[in-house]
């Protein structure tokens, strides 16, 4: 399986703050990787495939990036709404697998 | 496009987990679409189960060691898990989504809980 090691689990922000979360996989993926934003009692909602495109509807504050085997979601001028939790998640091979998780809370 | 599961959200431990997930605004004869089951234990992070592809081709977590089975029905334009033998290691929110295009899960159920407990 690959393994997705998502970084750090949990960060504390404030509103306008720009906020970076890793996620490395074991082994190259090229850019099947997708970002989700989960909030409490609700289904994860899908922000970017393909490593760095946002779905419809998804602010421009959310990008994502890759380095080799290194994916990168940043948020910038974070906003009130977008405390939750996110999950990187490759579907280059399967069995389908997801990275740990970030907890994005209010400092 | 909505998926909506349903089923028991209490199951006896050694019985078997029985979910559908029930699709609207969309057909499960899509050729680019593999419909798919994910759980998330409490508190914890997303586990993908297995896809059905409409041609009823199906892939599952090895994880699961050969406990679940998918399947579809067309005609209802609903999909079903099946988990056997089940554990208290398997109380989790179960998710039925799309999976589109070999890519990312676009569309979403709202979740149902399962608890396995006597």
């Known amino acids: 399986d690959i393994q997705m090691t998502q970084s750090p689990s949990s960060l504390s922000a404030s509103v306008g703050d720009t906020v970076t979360i890793t996620c490395r996989a074991s082994?190259?993926?090229?850019?099947?990787l997708a970002w989700y934003q989960q909030k409490p009692d609700k289904a994860p909602q899908s922000l970017i495939y393909?490593?760095?495109t946002l779905h419809g509807g998804v602010p421009s504050r959310f990008s994502g990036s890759r380095s080799g085997t290194d994916f990168t979601l940043t948020i910038s001028s974070l906003q009130p709404e977008d405390f939750a939790t996110y999950y990187c998640h490759q579907y280059y091979a399967y069995p389908r697998t997801f990275g740990g998780g970030t907890k994005v809370e209010i400092k | 496009v909505q998926l909506r599961e349903s089923g028991p959200g209490l199951v006896k431990p050694s019985q078997t987990l029985s979910l559908t997930c029930s699709v609207s605004g969309d057909s499960v004869t899509g050729s680019q679409y593999y419909w798919t089951w994910i759980r998330q234990h409490p508190g914890k992070g997303l586990e993908w189960i297995g896809y059905?592809?409409?041609?009823?081709?199906?892939y599952y977590n090895p994880s699961l060691k050969s406990r679940g089975t998918i399947s579809l029905d067309t005609s209802r334009n609903q999909f079903f898990l099946k988990l056997s033998s089940v554990t208290a290691a398997d109380t989790a929110v179960y998710y039925c989504?799309?999976?589109?295009?070999?890519?990312?899960?676009?569309?979403w159920g709202q979740g149902t809980l399962v608890i396995v407990s006597s």
């Open positions: 393909a490593a760095s």
């Open positions: 989504a799309r999976e589109y295009d070999d890519g990312d899960f676009d569309y």
């Open positions: 059905i592809f409409y041609t009823g081709n199906t």
């Open positions: 082994q190259n993926i090229n850019n099947w």
